[in-house]
């Protein structure tokens, strides 16, 4: 049976074998896509300010390809609608289109 180590030669070597698997360069970074910075949305409440806040948020959706174009392009129609009867007075009626299609599109 051999010998022990003495325990100087013995940390020496541990300490040696350790410091083997530590790099002295830094572990890579994985880079992180940065969010698109979001525009104000239109402020104000009655039907205009509400349709128009919807309409910002799916243009944004659109462009960041949370949204695809063809499904954008007929929510914003659908939006165009009851913008339509809201600028008519109808705001009743421009409310309900704006539920709808947030509904059809699964925005709440």
Avoid at 7 to 27: D, E, I, T, Y
Avoid at 39 to 57: K, V, Y
Avoid at 88 to 101: D, F, N, P, V
Wanted: hydrophobic share 45%; charged share 15%.
């Amino acid at each position: 049976m051999p010998a022990p180590l003495p325990r100087a030669v013995f940390l020496a070597l541990l300490g040696c074998a350790l410091s083997a698997c530590q790099s002295s360069a830094p572990p890579p970074v994985a880079t992180v896509a940065t969010a698109p910075t979001v525009s104000a949305l239109p402020t104000g409440s009655g039907c205009g300010p509400t349709i128009a806040r919807t309409q910002a948020i799916v243009a944004g959706d659109v462009k960041t390809g949370d949204l695809s174009a063809a499904v954008g392009t007929r929510f914003s129609a659908d939006l165009d609608k009851a913008a339509g009867a809201c600028t008519a007075g109808r705001e009743g009626e421009a409310m309900s289109l704006l539920a709808a299609a947030k509904a059809r599109y699964g925005y709440r």
